[in-house]
């Protein structure tokens, strides 16, 4: 896809001006973009046309612009939906597309409010870049930096006893209570997982 590169700029762009630090950054987006693309390898090309292809994979690249730890919603969203439009990516009917399912993709929002979205024809576009986001919580590196940048006053010890309990109070959990569903996504945790308790055992940043 010849916008990837486009996406990678507009991240670190976002990164730079609002302080998003590389557990959310572009290593992630650039992450979260390789599942995205594998989970839609594999579903059955007739179920999934290029724009759906298209939509998840640049959704899950940008889903972070407009998270709440880092940037106001609604300046997120605004912020991505100019770049997609003055860049010429994409016009404005398909820009408010992509808004309406990063800003539905939040675990934490799901999980309160109880039931997945609607997105009509984009459904499978949103079900692969949340599941692709969710595949990329396993990184246990990922959430070791998020502790040091929100606790810098933790030490080291600290920050992995905060990253084993959230591994096992959500992530480790998360096929169990129904949050990754496509079965692409559900093929790829066991190797994920003991990937992650390895990780989290040796205290290794890979």
Not at 21 to 42: F, P, Q
Not at 68 to 80: A, E, Q, T
Not at 184 to 204: I, T
Request: hydrophobic share 40%; proline share 3%.
């Amino acid at each position: 896809m010849d916008k990837l590169e486009d996406v990678e700029k507009f991240v670190s762009h976002m990164c730079n001006n609002y302080n998003i630090d590389e557990s959310h950054g572009v290593k992630h987006a650039i992450g979260t973009m390789r599942y995205a693309n594998i989970l839609c390898d594999s579903i059955e090309p007739a179920l999934l046309t290029d724009e759906q292809r298209e939509m998840a994979i640049i959704s899950a690249g940008v889903h972070d612009m407009c998270d709440h730890k880092y940037i106001d919603v609604s300046i997120g969203s605004r912020l991505i939906k100019s770049w997609l439009i003055e860049d010429q990516l994409w016009d404005e009917k398909r820009a408010d597309v992509l808004i309406a399912i990063v800003t539905t993709m939040s675990y934490s929002k799901l999980k309160s409010e109880g039931t997945f979205p609607d997105h009509g024809p984009w459904q499978i576009s949103y079900e692969i870049a949340r599941n692709a986001d969710l595949l990329e919580g396993y990184s246990v590196a990922r959430c070791v930096l998020y502790s040091m940048h929100i606790h810098p006053e933790f030490n080291e010890n600290k920050h992995w006893s905060e990253a084993s309990e959230l591994f096992e109070r959500r992530i480790f959990n998360y096929v169990k209570d129904g949050w990754i569903t496509l079965p692409g996504a559900l093929a790829l945790v066991p190797s994920l997982e003991a990937s992650a308790r390895r990780c989290l055992h040796e205290k290794c940043m890979e």
